[in-house]
């Protein structure tokens, strides 16, 4: 081992895994949104930093201007980038997180529901709020678009926006399918 190799400490933990550009939606302005940052393992090598430890992080992202953030942020916070690849051409990660349960489910492949810090649902999304009590036992507002996406279920057993179910909805009964007397 080199003199310079032995002078620089060893880190107390390093920390591998996908870190992301997070914008998240203002509760009072639905068209705004905040950008952050986002990802369980850089959120845990910035407090290991912040506490005092000597942290690394390993992972890859795009050499775009969210990577450029995310590189000044683990910088500015002390973590040692040595193990991040910036991917020529690449786009690094980013999320949305939306208050609008509607919105979401109307675009969710997959919902995780999550009450006192345990995952007590996951799947689909019209599995999810097919138990309407353990929706509300989280804490979450059961919406009247929850409530029609249960009461006329769409074919393919997605979860309808309000405007495709009510047209869906208006068709059937036009044709004498659900809702029609008789």
Do not use: K
């Amino acid at each position: 081992m080199s003199a310079a190799a032995s002078s620089v400490p060893p880190l107390d933990l390093v920390c591998l895994g996908e870190a992301m550009v997070e914008f998240n939606q203002a509760r009072d302005e639905p068209t705004r949104y905040t950008a952050g940052f986002g990802g369980d393992t850089s959120n845990c090598a910035i407090a290991a930093a912040r506490i005092g430890a000597r942290s690394g992080y390993i992972t890859q992202i795009g050499d775009d201007v969210f990577g450029s953030q995310l590189l000044a942020l683990w910088r500015d916070e002390g973590i040692d980038t040595g193990g991040v690849r910036v991917v020529a051409g690449g786009d690094t990660g980013v999320y949305f997180v939306t208050h609008d349960a509607d919105l979401a489910l109307a675009h969710a492949d997959r919902i995780l529901l999550m009450r006192e810090g345990r995952l007590v649902a996951d799947g689909p999304p019209m599995s999810v709020i097919a138990d309407r009590d353990r929706w509300l036992a989280c804490n979450l507002r059961f919406t009247s678009l929850m409530e029609a996406n249960r009461r006329w279920p769409s074919a393919d057993g997605r979860f309808e926006s309000a405007d495709v179910l009510a047209a869906r909805v208006a068709s059937q009964e036009n044709g004498g399918g659900i809702g029609s007397a008789g």
